[in-house]
């Protein structure tokens, strides 16, 4: 039995919305093993964004645990949840959120730079990531001068640079065609091979199929299997 | 992440963004180059008024005599030179009269004075001789030219024993002083100088309204104002009806000028600063609600809010001492090409230079403050959200 990397109990959060108390989040229990592939999927306003906030740490839950690779992360500070999702998270987005005036070797050194590895290192490690990806060459190209397809797997490298604990996938392929699509998913798909631990967020159930797990939520609440 | 790295980013986004850098900057480049400019401007200016009333003479003391109803006269002036401290003293009687030679004419200032004139003033003669004692017994008819005004009349004939007019009267030219250089708007070149009493007649006075005295040292300034004062009080029994003043009082009067001046270009020019530190501000809020998606891309990745901070700070800084250095560079080119365009003296301090740059620096990081504490305040998923 591989360990788990995510254990959350419990897990609530809430907003007020136009005066209404709307549920995001409705008391969630997940578990997540180590080299797991798995897909949460979901309707919009199903919660699932909120969902991938507090796993990626960006968000906070109001109340319940969390605790990802070890370390309880539900109570951290701003301060201390940047350096977990520095450390031990790797985002993919849907639309790639690469910084356009840098070079694609510049976005993916980036979680490096935070991280204060020196320049020399820093660089290697860049490159190998890109090269992991397939875009050695594209290395001094900016955003603007890539495909989609290819800005993705920029992203994709930069996720990988800071070697964390789970890559985390949102929506990955919502902005691709079919054919990168594939492509993209084939490349998460290898990278879980290498022992990689994945979370997708997805409503498209083509996608959420290549995970070995699926699960899904509706209405804040989480069930195992694709019943949508 | 380190200072160097951040330096760098800033930098590249200063080049992204080139037009708006520079019209960022302009508010810092003028208020530096202003201030570098006309302070050097104004302690030129003041060097050289320094410089002019030095060439006078540390030892010499001028005496002015408001009151017109008691005069005073040579006698009076020889009681001054018995007085303890005072080498010599010469009278002074100042007046601007027309002199012809020929076909040429020209007004210049004309002093009557006496043979010690020439040592108080420090001035030589070039040709010939000055006014003799001898010259203001009998009123003769003789004049001392100044260089340019030699230079006028007779071009380049020397005019010794030559006749020149005076209002219409025919006065002989005895000798020509050397050069001696202007001093605060009046140039001792461009005058004549005749004996006290042939000047009383052109002049059409009496008595004496103001007069130079040496005292025989520099220490001995004090000793010899304070006689005179004593002297003149036995004549005057109000001491607003003259004033004794020293070169070290005119200097002073001149520099409390010039300070105020200094002061008040410095002020302005602070406050452009001020102004462009406001630019700088104003640029940085919008660059940090333009960049809010950069911000939160960042913030996912793993900065930390003192890392936004700092690259904002850093960034605003940047672009103020760019500001700063071009401003010092602008400065230095106005002021030289004033020096060269003016004739004008010139005064660079390093100091200035300095406070004025850092200065600058400093609005930079203080109008860099706020903007770079809200960037570093938005929430990631928020920031993320934003397109």
């Known amino acids: ?228 | 992440m380190n200072v160097f790295t951040s330096i760098k980013m800033a930098v590249r986004n200063i080049q992204g963004n080139k037009l708006r850098s520079f019209l960022t900057m302009l508010g810092i480049i003028i208020g530096v180059g202003s201030v570098i400019a006309l302070l050097a401007i104004g302690q030129g200016s003041s060097k050289s008024v320094a410089d002019s009333v030095n060439s006078l003479g540390t030892n010499l003391i001028t005496v002015n005599i408001t009151n017109t109803d008691t005069h005073f006269t040579m006698d009076q002036l020889k009681q001054v030179k018995q007085a303890t401290g005072v080498k010599h003293v010469a009278p002074v009687l100042s007046g601007r009269n027309t002199f012809q030679k020929g076909s040429t004419s020209t007004t210049a200032s004309v002093t009557g004075t006496t043979s010690s004139y020439l040592s108080i003033r420090q001035m030589t003669v070039k040709e010939g001789r000055f006014i003799s004692s001898l010259d203001e017994k009998f009123r003769q008819k003789v004049v001392v030219l100044g260089s340019d005004l030699a230079t006028t009349l007779f071009e380049n004939q020397s005019p010794i024993d030559k006749y020149v007019r005076i209002d219409g009267a025919n006065y002989l030219v005895v000798g020509v002083l050397n050069s001696k250089g202007g001093s605060m708007g009046t140039s001792s070149d461009d005058a004549a100088f005749l004996p006290y009493s042939t000047a009383q007649r052109l002049q059409q006075t009496t008595y004496i309204t103001q007069f130079y005295a040496q005292a025989e040292n520099q220490q001995s300034v004090n000793l010899a104002m304070a006689a005179i004062s004593r002297v003149m009080s036995e004549t005057y029994s109000d001491s607003d009806d003259y004033s004794v003043v020293n070169q070290q009082d005119v200097m002073e009067a001149m520099r409390a000028v010039t300070d105020s001046m200094t002061m008040l270009l410095t002020g302005i020019a602070g406050i452009s600063l001020l102004v462009g530190g406001i630019g700088i501000m104003n640029i940085m809020l919008v660059s940090v609600t333009e960049r809010t998606r950069e911000i939160g891309i960042r913030k996912a990745i793993g900065a930390k809010r003192r890392d936004i901070m700092l690259q904002f700070l850093i960034e605003s800084a940047v672009l103020s001492m760019l500001g700063g250095l071009c401003g010092a560079a602008i400065g230095v080119l106005t002021a030289k090409v004033y020096e060269l365009t003016a004739g004008a003296t010139i005064v660079f301090s390093l100091p200035i230079m300095t406070a004025a740059f850092l200065f600058s620096a400093i609005v930079g990081i203080i109008f860099g403050v706020f903007p770079a504490y809200k960037a570093s305040k938005l929430k990631p998923i928020d920031a993320l959200r934003t397109e």
């Open chain 1, 1 to 228: 039995m591989t360990e788990a990397i995510i254990t959350m109990k419990a897990v609530e959060k809430t907003y007020q919305l136009g005066g209404q108390v709307v549920h995001a989040l409705n008391r969630i229990h997940l578990t997540i093993e180590e080299g797991a592939f798995v897909s949460i999927v979901g309707p919009s306003g199903s919660g699932k964004s909120t969902l991938m906030n507090i796993i990626g740490c960006l968000d906070k839950p109001d109340s319940g645990s969390y605790v990802l690779g070890g370390s309880a992360v539900d109570r951290l500070k701003d301060h201390d949840l940047a350096e977990i999702r520095n450390q031990k998270i790797g985002f993919i987005f849907q639309n790639f959120n690469l910084l356009g005036k840098m070079t694609a070797l510049e976005n993916v050194e980036l979680p490096l730079i935070y991280r204060g590895v020196k320049t020399k290192e820093r660089k290697a490690r860049a490159r190998e990531c890109l090269e992991a990806v397939g875009l050695k060459e594209r290395a001094a190209h900016r955003p603007n001068q890539l495909s989609g397809g290819q800005q993705q797997r920029v992203a994709i490298a930069r996720a990988l640079a800071g070697q964390p604990q789970i890559l985390l996938a949102d929506e990955p392929t919502g902005a691709l065609d079919s054919k990168t699509s594939d492509d993209i998913m084939a490349l998460l798909t290898a990278l879980n091979h290498q022992g990689r631990t994945i979370v997708l967020i997805t409503h498209d159930l083509e996608v959420a199929r290549k995970a070995t797990r699926t699960v899904s939520i509706r209405d804040g609440k989480l069930q195992e299997g694709e019943h949508i």
